[in-house]
């Protein structure tokens, strides 16, 4: 099959390969690139367990093709956090918002997502735009308090080196 170029900047690194027109984004995250992060749940979007963000929008890598992320910025669970933990990560961890795993790196992109659109959401605020995400281990409660301790965590000062 013929191929075409893509470059891309995945977690603030640039990138340029030849891929197969169909191959997802997923596809080229993990196969291309070995970034395994991002997960493969369902193959239909339903799930939520590949979700980064492209050019600071949530979206599920599954359904698009890597040729439509061509010269745009995608943003991995491996590029979440530079030293240690980012707070939302820590947050799962603190209020037990996670079990077996394997939604966690969509659920902590979504919630990412979510606050960098609304630094301070409400209970409500956070189930309503996670809703898409889907775990099947925790019941919800524990991921739903990671991530409204992680915005009370982003929204403190930070204190100076």
């Not at 795993?101 to 605020?125: D, H, K, R, W």
């Amino acid at each position: 099959m013929e191929r075409v170029p893509v470059r891309l900047r995945v977690n603030g690194a640039e990138y340029r390969h030849q891929v197969e027109p169909r191959m997802l984004l997923v596809q080229y995250l993990r196969e291309v690139l070995g970034l395994t992060g991002t997960h493969v749940g369902c193959d239909t979007s339903q799930c939520g367990a590949c979700t980064v963000l492209l050019e600071g929008k949530a979206v599920r890598s599954c359904t698009l093709l890597a040729v439509q992320a061509d010269g745009l910025e995608v943003l991995t669970i491996e590029g979440l956090s530079q030293d240690g933990l980012h707070p939302i990560q820590e947050g799962f961890r603190e209020k037990h918002g996670l079990q077996c795993g394997f939604c966690t790196p969509g659920m902590v992109m979504a919630a990412y997502a979510l606050l960098q659109e609304n630094p301070s959401p409400t209970e409500e605020e956070v189930r309503r735009y996670l809703e898409g995400n889907l775990c099947r281990c925790t019941g919800y409660q524990g991921i739903v308090e990671a991530v409204l301790w992680a915005a009370g965590r982003m929204r403190q000062p930070q204190a100076a080196d």
